[in-house]
């Protein structure tokens, strides 16, 4: 069993930044990937960015590149997102997953959820 909790959403202007953080309890951190899923409303949840257990492979939706970086302390359990420039089109719940690999994350197919943390992004 995982236990993901997410913070450090709020309300940000566009252009601003955030940086979301995922604490983790249970298994050992590194030994699986770890990742960031959105959801807008009336939306389906989107695929963000992913991170292997090691943190040596990086993967990002191409909405995001460039913008967001996924990176994580497997010293301090945590992973974070750190998200610059934001746009109003980034408002969303977003969501810390965990599964076996970073291509389970991009295809979904997660073992753990955490509960979500709102990002809202004014224009």
């Known amino acids: 069993q995982v236990h993901l909790v997410e913070s450090g959403g709020g309300l940000v202007q566009a252009g601003g930044s955030l940086r979301l953080s995922c604490a983790a309890s249970?298994?050992?951190?590194?030994?699986?990937?770890m990742g960031w899923f959105r959801q807008a409303p009336g939306k389906e949840r989107e695929f963000v960015a992913a991170?292997?257990?090691?943190?040596?492979?990086?993967y990002y939706a191409d909405s995001v590149k460039g913008r967001f970086t996924i990176s994580r302390d497997n010293a301090k359990n945590t992973g974070y997102l750190q998200m610059n420039s934001l746009k109003p089109e980034d408002t969303a719940v977003y969501y810390c997953a965990t599964a076996r690999t970073t291509r389970d994350l991009v295809d979904e197919r997660v073992d753990y959820w955490g509960q979500g943390t709102q990002v809202t992004v004014s224009s």
């Open positions: 991170i292997s257990g090691s943190a040596d492979s990086t």
């Open positions: 249970g298994r050992t951190f590194s030994s699986y990937a």
